[in-house]
């Protein structure tokens, strides 16, 4: 653990990018304005594009203002932080930045006391990494004698498993795993963080946590936007590579995994670990019964006319990425045996949200068989997004002479309970990162077997000429999504 208040500087590649200015910069300014940023601070921003030290601070602040949790209250608090930016123009694939980033940074630790703590940030598409790293190690800035260095990569890590463990080699030749933050920005909300606490300082739900009180789990992460501006990328990705070998397997661990011994990060990542191990392997002949892929065509989103996937900009013609996919897995250990783990996300689809629903079993007998209206099975809602919070649904009987039953939910929401905005998830990862806690943050044994687990899907998909099931646009997705999760056992999906 590094402490509070040791200087640092947080290096950013691709600093000219959406993600710096849309989440990066405000994330760091909302740490300053907390004064949970340790200081003295510098920020050296590095990319190709050419401009001066006092365009970027131009650039950033109108990044803050539009985009920041935290808005600057005023300019002097602005020029406060402003002066701890610096700008590096240059290409991350020529050595010569390098060089230049080392003279750098020399002259901003000659400047302030204490040791010479680095923190890299490859905000650069991810074809860059293996430069960026290579370049790093070569240059001698992957290791610091006074004081650490750390590097954050961002997914995708790889395309599949063969260059998830090439990237994994190439870190492994200049970092130490502990340098390495492959960061998820999903395990830094705050609702997904309260799911281990949920879960492991409750004493009432944990005896129910497992196959002989829970019928089946879902997980959902749906976007209503399409693909923007990014169809080349998405077009080698879809929605299996970008949401799911993260995002939506990183969930299911926390939901399936056992109680860590502490919560360190090294008891953490080894029962997330032990989850991706007991997943039972999709068997290639029988893809079909536990994968499925859709794409979205033309329709409305909240009232507004969209193209289909195909006709956005970027996007081939005949292209047969797909923009929605479901998964079925079993998580075959003692506690899960037998209980299925539906997965789904996409695009283009009805609302913006995310989260994850536990349907118990129904009672083993019911009593109110006269009366069955209202006595379906409990089920627990953990939103992710919007409107962070859980619910639980419980059968009461309706004030009457008759008995009648009826389902009502039992409601807590982070905002109205707290109050105010909570931090945003880089906020949170970001200084968990300067504080050497990866605790949030996937190892790289994980993202490996997340990817084998995949690797069945990905080839079957590939090697079939069939196009994804076209959806509309606005809708829950295709048609056959229904079927999928109902086909076997009768159950449905939860659409919000």
């Not at 990425?321 to 283009?348: C, H, I, Q, S």
Request: with cysteine.
């Amino acid at each position: 653990m590094s402490s509070a208040d040791e200087p640092v500087t947080l290096i950013i590649f691709g600093a000219s990018g959406d993600l710096t200015r849309r989440k990066l910069m405000p994330a760091l300014f909302a740490l300053y304005a907390a004064r949970t940023l340790p200081e003295p601070f510098a920020i050296v921003a590095a990319a190709r594009t050419e401009m001066s030290d006092d365009e970027f601070r131009r650039r950033m602040l109108e990044a803050v203002t539009e985009f920041g949790r935290v808005k600057p209250p005023s300019d002097a608090v602005w020029e406060r932080f402003a002066r701890a930016l610096h700008y590096l123009p240059g290409d991350p694939k020529d050595p010569a930045l390098y060089a230049r980033l080392k003279d750098l940074l020399g002259e901003i630790e000659r400047g302030r006391r204490g040791p010479e703590n680095r923190l890299f940030y490859c905000a650069t598409p991810p074809s860059l990494y293996d430069d960026i790293v290579e370049h790093l190690g070569t240059a001698s800035l992957s290791r610091n004698r006074n004081g650490w260095t750390r590097i954050i990569i961002e997914k995708p890590f790889g395309q599949d498993l063969a260059t998830a463990r090439a990237l994994n080699r190439q870190l492994a030749k200049f970092f130490r795993e502990e340098q390495i933050y492959r960061i998820d920005h999903y395990l830094g909300k705050e609702t997904v963080q309260n799911l281990l606490v949920f879960r492991f300082a409750n004493g009432i739900f944990e005896p129910l946590w497992n196959r002989n009180h829970v019928a089946h789990v879902q997980i959902t992460v749906a976007e209503s936007l399409g693909v923007e501006n990014r169809g080349a990328y998405y077009g080698e990705a879809g929605a299996l590579r970008d949401m799911m070998q993260n995002h939506l397997l990183q969930l299911l661990c926390l939901i399936a995994m056992e109680a860590p011994v502490t919560f360190d990060a090294a008891p953490v990542h080894d029962e997330k670990s032990k989850v991706l191990q007991a997943i039972r392997p999709l068997e290639p002949a029988r893809i079909d019964e536990a994968a499925l892929r859709g794409q979205y065509g033309p329709g409305f989103v909240q009232g507004r006319h969209v193209v289909g996937y195909r006709e956005e900009k970027g996007v081939g013609r005949e292209s047969d990425t797909e923009t929605y996919a479901a998964l079925k897995l079993f998580v075959d250990n003692w506690r899960w045996a037998g209980v299925p783990f539906y997965l789904r996300t996409g695009k283009r689809l009805a609302r913006r949200v995310s989260e994850i629903i536990i349907q118990f079993r129904r009672t083993p007998h019911l009593i109110f068989r006269r009366h069955p209206e209202g006595a379906s099975p409990n089920l627990l809602v953990i939103r992710i997004q919007p409107d962070e919070g859980i619910a639980l649904t419980v059968a009461v009987k309706v004030p009457g002479p008759d008995l009648k039953l009826a389902q009502v939910t039992l409601d807590f929401r982070y905002g109205e309970v707290f109050g105010g905005q909570p931090p945003e998830a880089y906020e949170r990862l970001l200084l968990d990162a300067i504080h050497g806690d990866t605790t949030l943050y996937a190892r790289g044994d994980w993202v490996e077997q997340a990817w084998a687990i995949l690797e069945p899907v990905l080839t079957a998909w590939r090697q079939t000429p069939a196009a994804p099931a076209v959806y509309e646009a606005g809708s829950w997705g295709p048609t056959q999504a229904d079927s999928f999760i109902t086909g076997w056992d009768g159950w449905a999906w939860r659409n919000p």
